[in-house]
């Protein structure tokens, strides 16, 4: 329940048949069950079925980022997003800034082993080496945006609890509101997140992050608009606003292109290093 | 010597400007001819008898293109630098950065022409970084990517999988780029007859500088890298000349200071891993040929190991990042000299970004285990302009005399500056 837009997480116009009988197996079985026990079924089913949703074996997103707040100018960061999934289910993932000039060219390198491991390369032009970094980091903004290092991981849903809470409108939308609580206090920055679970698409519309009070969230992420991208639905724009703050980072995907065959050789240490490796296969 | 660096500065130059024309002329795949970085800075030396104040510029200018396998590189950069007081000077520095023809498929890369080599994983000071060229000008209070130019060389590079071999050869020796002979971060002083790494010698008043030896070949070097799960190593052999001068005291009537670049042999183990909340680099380096001076002034030169073991890590899961060094060097030699033969330091750097990336405080420092030699460099700045960056900062020096912090304890420095990238 973790994906955010970085990941532009597409789903399906038709959802596989597999799917729907799973779905309406768990909610037979589940109406025999006390309600608590029911509710927490129901979300986890519904984490499930948001995580595992088809997204293409691999897309291409190019990504323009805003910085924005109250009495300053805003930033702008250009990105590309590459990322594919390979037969052992290890997910690979590369992001070049492309603008401004004085981030141009850096690489963020990361893959997430099919057990839960993850390796994380970073590259910097400047110093012209890839340099292995912590990729367990939780908090720390990245690239001081809204995101956090946590944000932008794809957290599989056994790593919370699920229960659903209540249905609730997102602006036309009627959603499902699912709340995720990490199992293990230590293994994320959040005591808990809301989801607001688009039942067609299951995007989440509306997503908000309690970090210090469970009664009182501390991030907003909105999605804004969203389209079916050759049939995946893809977030193509969203902004998650820091309510103390009211600083906010809105992310637009400019093209997000799927299942273009990423060769394999884009996520190593030498594309991540030669922009020029990376430059062909650019949308 | 001197008109073989000359050439490959006009050389890059030349490439430059032809490829000025050819960017007004041509329609290249991909060309990007650029003005790379502009910066400023000025400063205030409270502290020297003989310097009161430092300014300096730089510009940086790059073209790049490529069709098909092949790429190419052309650049070259302008220093300004000023230095007021009874020891003054003025001087503007052409130099040239990337200038390369690359050939490149899916499991080699060929550069030839001068490029950018720089070994190793650590920050700050990395036992295995021979090849590349030392940027002296400013002694090390510059970072790193500042304190290394590009060097003349042909690399031959091959990828696994999962590994990488590069091997470089240095058909032309380049020494570093060293400051004026008047900078306060000359390494020798004349004046005072005070060497760095040495400390006071009073012979070496009034001293003259000569240099030596720059003719040849850099020398050469293979290194081996692999990335493993959750653990990156790599081992490497070269046979290279110190880009840094090392000065041989030749006594006489009028005692001359003779700048050699000694060739060494140096084999380098590296690792990188991640453990316990922090990235961890580690880099060890066996050297045999180290530049000494006896208490006789006889020069000599003796085998070294260098070893530094650095942390990476966000205290807190903070976006404040700490970098921490242990470095060490230790000589092997019975005779007794005038150099250090035993160093341990403890260097470092915390970097806090604040309000959300619009200011950025930082704190680097160097600090001597077994002897006193500090160095201590907080810098405040402001980057919430993309691509600029105001900043001002202060560099503070101390320690024994035959130590770096020692030898510049008069040139505490209080700066403010801007820079750009474009």
């Known amino acids: ?283 | 010597m001197k008109s073989t660096r000359h050439t490959w500065r006009v050389a890059a130059l030349g490439l430059l400007g032809a490829t000025g024309l050819l960017a007004a002329t041509a329609q290249a795949q991909g060309l990007d001819l650029r003005l790379d970085r502009l910066s400023v800075e000025v400063g205030a030396l409270p502290d020297h008898p003989a310097a009161d104040g430092l300014a300096r510029a730089s510009a940086a200018v790059s073209a790049k293109g490529a069709s098909g396998d092949w790429s190419y590189a052309l650049g070259a950069r302008m220093d300004a630098a000023s230095q007021s007081g009874s020891q003054h000077f003025d001087r503007v520095r052409l130099d040239y950065t990337e200038n390369y023809l690359r050939w490149q498929n899916e499991q080699w890369q060929v550069t030839g022409g001068t490029q950018n080599v720089m070994w190793g994983r650590v920050d700050e000071i990395s036992p295995i970084d021979r090849l590349s060229r030392t940027d002296l000008t400013h002694a090390m209070i510059d970072r790193l990517p500042e304190r290394r130019r590009a060097v003349p060389a042909i690399r031959a590079e091959s990828f696994g999988d999962k590994s990488k071999l590069d091997v470089v050869w240095l058909p032309v020796f380049e020494e570093a780029v060293m400051p004026h002979d008047r900078s306060v971060w000359h390494p020798v002083d004349t004046v005072n007859g005070r060497i760095l790494g040495i400390g006071s010698l009073p012979a070496l008043v009034g001293a003259q500088i000569r240099r030596a030896d720059v003719d040849g070949s850099g020398g050469a070097g293979a290194r081996w890298t692999l990335e493993g799960a959750g653990f990156d190593y790599g081992v490497s052999l070269q046979r290279a000349r110190s880009s840094q001068p090392y000065y041989r005291v030749l006594p006489g009537a009028t005692v001359v200071l003779q700048a050699v670049h000694p060739i060494s042999t140096v084999l380098g183990a590296e690792f990188e891993t991640e453990a316990a909340g922090a990235t961890w680099r580690a880099e060890m380096a066996w050297s045999s040929d180290n530049p000494l001076t006896t208490t006789g002034l006889q020069y000599r030169t003796a085998r070294g190991l260098a070893w530094v073991v650095g942390a990476e890590f966000f205290p807190g899961d903070s976006e404040t990042r700490v970098t921490l060094q242990l470095a060490g060097q230790r000589i092997h030699t019975a005779e007794a000299v005038l150099d250090r033969t035993r160093m341990t330091y403890l260097t470092g750097e915390v970097a806090h970004p604040f309000a959300q990336g619009r200011w950025r405080a930082d704190l680097r420092f160097s600090l001597g285990l077994n002897d006193r030699d500090n160095y201590v460099n907080p810098r405040l700045a402001y980057t919430g302009i993309d691509q600029h960056e105001l900043f001002m900062a202060a560099h503070l020096f101390g320690g024994a005399a035959n130590t770096l912090g020692g030898f510049y304890r008069r040139n505490d420095a209080l700066t403010v500056g801007w820079q750009a990238k474009f």
């Open chain 1, 1 to 283: 329940m973790n994906r955010t837009p970085f990941n532009p997480m597409p789903t399906p116009s038709v959802a596989p048949r597999r799917t729907l009988l799973q779905g309406g197996l768990v909610v037979l079985t589940a109406s025999a069950w006390p309600r608590w026990a029911r509710a927490a079924d129901d979300g986890l089913a519904l984490a499930r079925r948001v995580h595992e949703r088809p997204d293409g074996q691999d897309v291409t997103s190019v990504v323009t980022m805003t910085l924005s707040q109250e009495g300053s100018n805003p930033r702008e960061r250009k990105m590309l997003v590459y990322r594919a999934n390979d037969a052992k289910g290890v997910v690979s993932t590369l992001i070049r800034f492309t603008a401004p000039a004085d981030i141009q060219g850096t690489g963020l390198l990361t893959v997430d082993a099919s057990d839960g491991g993850t390796d994380q390369w970073i590259y910097l032009p400047a110093m012209q080496r890839v340099r292995r970094v912590d990729a367990n980091r939780q908090g720390g903004r990245f690239v001081n945006s809204d995101y956090y290092f946590e944000d932008l991981k794809d957290r599989k849903p056994a790593a919370d609890t699920h229960r659903v809470v209540g249905r609730e409108k997102v602006g036309d939308v009627l959603c499902d509101v699912l709340e995720s609580v990490p199992v293990q206090a230590d293994n994320s920055v959040y005591l808990k997140r809301l989801s607001w679970i688009d039942p067609k698409s299951l995007l989440p519309l509306r997503l908000d992050f309690f970090e210090k009070r469970a009664d009182q969230p501390s991030k907003r992420l909105l999605i804004t608009r969203r389209e079916q991208v050759q049939g995946y639905w893809t977030v193509l724009d969203s902004t998650l606003s820091d309510l103390e703050t009211r600083h906010q980072t809105r992310l637009q995907v400019d093209k997000a292109l799927y299942d273009r065959r990423l060769p394999a050789s884009l996520f190593t240490s030498r594309a991540l290093a030669d922009e020029r490796q990376e430059r062909e296969v650019r949308p």
